[in-house]
């Protein structure tokens, strides 16, 4: 067997994320600073949404992950980094600097 002069490099070759989620604010503080209270005793609670000129609590939003949907205007997302997105018109990575989530080394 002929030896093709391919070389494995020792150690971790793996790409460390820069995006630490830990970091992120609460899913209830990042909330309060834009006016909403989150209750911890639901999963669920509702409000008047941020996305769009609401009347009525048409924005659902998951107390323990900070997702959200709005029954009115359908902006949604997994985690108030999304949010941070919608409401900024910005990137993952942008969204993440600004909120303590991305480690510059």
Known sequence: MSSIGLRIAAGNTRKQSKFKRSNLPSP?????????TLK???RWV???CIFHDDHHAS??????TGGFFCHACVAKGGDI????QLL???DFVTAAKA???WEEK
Do not use: D, P, Q, R
């Not at 924005?59 to 323990?64: A, F, R, V």
């Not at 980094?81 to 941070?84: G, K, N, T, V």
């Open 46 to 48: 509702m409000a008047k």
């Open 81 to 84: 980094l999304s949010a941070y």
């Open 88 to 90: 900024v018109g910005c």
């Open 99 to 101: 909120l303590g989530a």
């Open 28 to 36: 209830e503080s990042f909330w309060a600073a834009h006016g909403i």
């Open 59 to 64: 924005l659902g939003i998951n107390t323990e």
């Open 40 to 42: 911890a005793k639901k």
